[in-house]
């Protein structure tokens, strides 16, 4: 039985008592490679190192057993004839230490293609934002009517709410949803404004005048960023508390008090999309030959005269306000 202990601790020894003294001195994170330090940092080379010298001494000791030091040329031919087995396990170090040094350079260049990939990501999101900003700088200002000076000046969310991905991803993607967003929004504009131009229901062109053109305006000048709208012909709008039937009394802004108001808004938006598009290689769909109209040319102003917008804030419009002023 002692035997079998002996056994049992020559050969567990080493195994054990290495990665317990290494653990002491460099802790048990060592035993990871970690390519943030230095080759002699890691635990597991001094465990290839220090396991075959422990093998060489356990087992020299065993082989010398017996023997005198005899330092001449019998006695080292004596040494490496007994030593055979010591001499093996000391030999390990070398490959295995060349081994964990591979190891640790491969983990050292892929955390450097990590960080290299991270850096082109960071680098080439940015530069994509950037370009953007740039591709809109180089725009020129358009007068609508008079109206206003369309500026075309990119505001910071478009590239969050049009783009999607982080920068941590690289060049972000097209979000095709939001695009197809803004071209519904569109579509319905160009409805609402040719039946109100058109009057095709004088019953109905109040509500879709002031409850659902202007307010579809409003959307687009919000979501595209445009101040343009939102702010400086907003303040010539009219606002009026208006009862809607399940939502009770809200407040409506219109855009502007005339055609050409309502139609340079519409303008501006549909330009500053197409612009958008074109940057971002996004596709619009054709506008109907009966809607064509109202994007290009002043046929717009000659289909009703006086135009319905502006009969409706000479009449409906203007007998609210007094009211909402008594």
């Known amino acids: 039985m002692k035997e079998e202990l002996m056994l049992l601790s020559i050969i567990l020894g080493p195994l054990l008592l290495a990665p317990v003294l290494i653990m002491l001195v460099l802790g048990w994170s060592s035993f990871r490679l970690n390519p943030e330090k230095g080759l002699l940092k890691q635990g597991l080379l001094w465990l290839c190192i220090l396991i075959p010298v422990l093998y060489f001494f356990i087992f020299g000791a065993i082989a010398w057993h017996g023997y005198e030091i005899d330092i001449s040329s019998n006695g080292l031919a004596t040494f490496f004839n007994i030593s055979t087995i010591p001499l093996t396990f000391l030999s390990l170090t070398i490959p295995l230490a060349v081994l964990i040094s591979r190891f640790h350079a491969t983990e050292q260049t892929a955390k450097q293609i990590a960080i290299t990939a991270h850096k082109n990501n960071l680098d080439a999101f940015y530069s994509h934002r950037k370009e953007l900003f740039s591709y809109f700088d180089r725009l020129e200002g358009a007068d609508y009517f008079g109206v206003f000076n369309g500026l075309f000046k990119i505001h910071p969310r478009i590239h969050k709410n049009f783009f999607k991905g982080n920068p941590n991803s690289g060049i ?155």
């Not at 409850?211 to 012909?233: F, K, M, Q, R, W």
């Not at 046929?299 to 009449?315: C, D, Q, S, W």
């Open 172 to 326: 972000p993607e097209v979000n095709t949803d939001m695009f197809s967003s803004i071209e519904r929004l569109l579509g319905t504009a160009r409805w609402q404004i040719d039946y109100i131009l058109k009057n095709k229901d004088p019953e109905k062109v109040f509500s879709l005048y002031l409850l659902n053109a202007c307010v579809t305006i409003h959307n687009l000048s919000y979501t595209l960023g445009l101040p343009e709208i939102y702010n400086e012909l907003s303040a010539k709008g009219i606002y009026l508390d208006i009862e809607v039937e399940g939502k009770g009394q809200e407040k409506y802004l219109s855009i502007g008090t005339t055609t050409d108001d309502l139609v340079a808004a519409y303008r501006y938006s549909n330009d500053y999309f197409k612009n958008l598009c074109d940057f971002a290689g996004y596709e619009k769909a054709e506008v109907k030959e009966e809607h064509k109209y109202i994007e290009t040319g002043g046929k717009f102003r000659t289909i009703n005269v006086p135009g319905t917008i502006e009969m409706l804030h000479a009449n409906e419009i203007s007998k609210l306000v007094n009211e909402q002023k008594a």
